[in-house]
């Protein structure tokens, strides 16, 4: 009976709410503004001049030097030494 009573007013509570938040969208003024057809395009013509900027690395066979790939897994052994995968950590 309890469950019952609890559960019908989260129920009401639900309810109320979602009526509290239809009078208010009615209530409240428009905040979006229709945007003339100008408007909307030169914004486009800004984010594509924005766009046409980025440049694209198309190279895609960097090879690492050997100082630097024999730190890095140095570091990897050093963090797997920290989390002790033998005692079940992490």
Request: glycine share 4%.
């Amino acid at each position: 009976m309890k469950r019952m009573i609890i559960v019908l007013a989260m129920l009401a509570g639900l309810a109320g709410c979602g009526l509290l938040v239809l009078r208010h969208a009615r209530r409240a003024p428009a905040t979006r503004r229709a945007l003339s057809a100008a408007q909307a395009s030169r914004d486009v013509r800004v984010v594509d001049a924005w766009q046409s900027k980025i440049k694209l690395d198309l190279n895609t066979d960097y090879l690492p030097d050997a100082l630097a790939k024999q730190r890095l897994m140095e570091r990897l052994r050093r963090e797997e030494s920290k989390q002790r995968p033998a005692e079940g950590r992490n």
